[in-house]
């Protein structure tokens, strides 16, 4: 059974530009939620898409956006980039719609220069 | 606002050891998440805890919850190299509010 793949797994941009990150979880995986993992804040909550929707989202600016597409796939997009956006953009997939075990990808590791 | 601890945050320990990282958290839940993750890597998925009094094991790896505590164990037995690794905890408030809540994870570090 494949699982969660994450695209790209690296990219650079610059300060003022903006980015999409892409996601596909496991199949029959119905829900996706976002987290952004830095060194100084640690793992936090972005949002969580379940069957198109968005259910939920953390404490984060509305510079970050996300949708999830009718196969489950989910992308996030930030725009108008900021050095501090600077992270390891991690992606979970799980069955239900609640928080379920979660399976995480590998991650894409972006960085703002 | 739920508040995740994690402690010790760093812990380096002989091989042969057996040592426990605490996870406090600070409102009711009864689904907690153990994962690892390896640098530069995902989190794994280890353990999930869905009730008072639950207990898993895997190998060396051991996971405890107490509801009522609100306070969750990882005990690892008779320490390997291979352990190595960032230990994070996770709680679910439940209804799907904010997704999973993480603690600041323990980085350990097992000597040969």
């Known amino acids: 059974k494949a699982g969660v793949t994450q695209t790209p797994r690296y990219l650079i941009k610059t300060r003022g530009q903006q980015v999409t990150l892409s996601c596909s979880p496991i199949?029959?995986?119905?829900?996706v939620s976002w987290y952004q993992q830095t060194p100084g804040q640690g793992l936090q909550f972005l949002f969580e898409?379940?069957?198109?929707?968005?259910?939920n989202k953390g404490n984060f600016p509305g510079r970050f956006s996300g949708r999830q597409f009718s196969n489950s796939r989910s992308e996030m997009n930030v725009s108008t980039l900021e050095l501090g956006d600077s992270a390891l953009y991690l992606c979970?997939?799980?069955?239900?719609?609640?928080?379920?075990?979660?399976?995480f990808g590998p991650g894409t590791r972006l960085t703002v220069t | 606002e739920l508040k995740v601890e994690q402690n010790p945050l760093f812990l380096s320990m002989q091989e042969g050891k057996n040592y426990t990282i605490y996870c406090n958290y600070s409102t009711t839940s009864d689904r907690l998440y153990w994962y690892r993750q390896d640098p530069g890597k995902s989190l794994e998925s280890l353990f999930v805890l869905l009730s008072n009094g639950a207990v898993k094991q895997e190998g060396r790896l051991m996971a405890s919850l107490d509801t009522k505590a609100r306070l969750s164990t990882l005990h690892i037995t008779a320490a390997v190299h291979d352990l190595s690794a960032t230990y994070f905890c996770?709680?679910?408030?439940?209804?799907?509010?904010?997704?999973?809540?993480f603690g600041k994870g323990t980085h350990l570090i097992i000597q040969p």
């Open positions: 898409y379940f069957s198109e929707t968005q259910r």
């Open positions: 199949s029959g995986h119905r829900s």
């Open positions: 979970a997939s799980s069955w239900g719609d609640r928080s379920y075990e979660q399976y």
């Open positions: 996770a709680v679910d408030e439940g209804g799907g509010a904010d997704g999973l809540t």
